[in-house]
Nanobody, 121 residues
Framework: QVQLVESGGGLVQAGGSLRLSCAAS????????MGWFRQAPEKEREFVAAINWGGASTYANSLKGRFTISRDNAKNTVYLQMNSLKPEDTAVYYC???????????????WGQGTQVTVSS
């Protein structure tokens, strides 16, 4: 079993930055793929970014260049650096983990509880 706890969300003005963290426990995540998703009010949850055990990453096309995913295997933590934030980035951001990279972008096995990000205009 894997437990994921997100942190770092909050209120930020448009154009600002935030860094989300996701701390994992229960198992060593060195071989797991990790990802971030988000869900805005009245919208479906959508994929944001993912990173495999070796550090290779992939992003939603609309977010490339503004968001960066990274991981620190020694700390069992994955990060999401968000720059040039826009009001439309407002959402609950969820961390996810899966032993298979093929699943991490659409149906990961493990989920965190989410952290709220609000971007004011």
């Amino acid at each position: 079993q894997v437990q994921l706890v997100e942190s770092g969300g909050g209120l930020v003005q448009a154009g600002g930055s935030l860094r989300l963290s996701c701390a994992a426990s229960g198992r060593t995540l060195r071989s797991y793929s990790m990802g971030w998703f988000r869900q805005a009010p009245e919208k479906e949850r959508e994929f944001v970014a993912a990173i495999n055990w070796g550090g290779a990453s992939t992003y939603a096309n609309s977010l490339k260049g503004r968001f960066t995913i990274s991981r620190d295997n020694a700390k069992n933590t994955v990060y999401l650096q968000m720059n040039s934030l826009k009001p439309e980035d407002t959402a609950v951001y969820y961390c996810a983990a899966d032993p298979l990279y093929a699943r991490i972008t659409n149906r990961p096995e493990y989920w965190g509880q989410g952290t709220q990000v609000t971007v004011s205009s």
